[in-house]
């Protein structure tokens, strides 16, 4: 999902960098108040920016036949709402385009738009309406569909910047999403699997935390 | 086994998967595939990375070290928060001994 540095036409650039910055605006302010009412789950916080670090440091095998990662996104999304990764999520696409060359800066604000923002609203939403079908089916929902959506995303947007010159949008949206959309479901099923694991080991051991949230979702 | 054994084991066999039925591919990234895409119809793309890893050992190096603090604060509260419930139902035990103890 990452657009790489220069790959998105200035005005395409300053446009999804001035949809994206709400977002992480009230992210940060999400956190300033998380840890200012709840500061026991600070550390819960913190892990949950790790996990979208390592999964998407992650590069995956598909059926395709090529490469792509997860986003690991879903996990804060599910557990703290979807604001918080706004945050987070940029802060993995910042260190990955100054240091890795992977995504980059002018396409900061595009590549937040689907993988911090996008992801974790639709991780976020999946979660509220499935998790009455069981904690495990709606966290593996939530953050499978919420990486699909971050793909989606990605094809779209490059769809509006590259029309293609016979077909137009749709054509050009058909041909991205070939290469995102079909590589990047087995992906989504690993990132929803590895997502549960991790909630049941919160639910074993971080209970405490767990229903501290849960308080902070009612009181949204 | 547990079953986030169970649960591990099954998203390793996605892994593993597509390197055995698929195994003359090239498994190059997605994100690359988009960039030959733009590069074909003739982008010239009009900003460069600021700083690029100069070698692929430089940059295997960089994505380890993502994975690897990330992977190391995912350990480290797990452990930690294990560690605290596990006291916690060793105090709870006691407790109920010396209750009884009294009887």
Same mark, same amino acid.
């Given at each position: 999902m990452h657009i790489m540095e220069g790959y998105l036409p200035p005005i395409h650039a300053l446009a999804w960098t001035v949809a994206a910055a709400p977002f992480v605006v009230a992210g940060v302010r999400r956190i300033g108040r998380i840890v200012e009412d709840h500061p026991e789950t600070k550390l819960l916080l913190a892990t949950s920016g790790a996990f979208a670090f390592v999964l998407s440091a992650l590069k995956i095998p598909s059926v395709t036949g090529s490469c792509s990662h997860p986003t690991g996104v879903g996990l804060g999304a599910v557990l703290f709402g979807p604001n918080v990764m706004a945050v987070l999520g940029s802060i993995v696409l910042l260190f990955q385009a100054l240091l890795l060359a992977h995504g980059g800066i002018t396409t900061l604000g595009a590549n937040a738009f689907s993988m911090a923002i996008v992801g974790p609203w639709v991780a976020w939403g999946v979660w509220r309406l499935t998790s009455g079908f069981g904690r495990s089916v709606g966290v593996f929902l939530a953050a499978a569909l919420g990486n699909l959506a971050t793909y989606c995303v990605t094809s779209v947007q490059l769809a509006l910047a590259f029309p293609d010159p016979a077909t137009g949008f749709g054509g050009a949206l058909v041909k991205f999403l070939s290469i995102f959309a079909v590589t990047q479901v087995p992906l989504a099923i690993v990132e929803g699997i590895l997502t549960v694991v991790v909630v049941n080991l919160l639910a074993q051991y971080s209970r405490d935390e767990l229903s501290a949230l849960a308080f902070l979702r009612g009181a949204k | 086994m547990g079953r986030n054994g169970v649960l591990l084991l099954i998203a390793a066999a996605i892994v593993v998967l597509p390197l055995v039925v698929t195994g003359n591919a090239e498994f190059g990234g997605s994100d690359g595939q988009a960039q030959g895409v733009i590069d074909e119809a003739g982008y010239q793309p009009w900003f460069e990375p600021l700083w690029e890893p100069p070698s692929g050992e430089i940059e295997s190096l960089l994505f380890s070290l +993502?994975?690897? @603090? =990330?992977? =190391? @604060?995912? =350990?480290?509260y797990v452990g930690l928060r294990r560690g605290r419930s596990e006291a916690r139902g060793e105090k &709870? /035990?006691? +407790? &109920? /001994?010396?209750?009884?103890? =009294?009887?």
């Open positions: - | +993502q994975a690897a @603090l =990330g992977a =190391g @604060l995912l =350990g480290y &709870r /035990d006691r +407790q &109920r /001994d010396e209750v009884h103890a =009294g009887d």
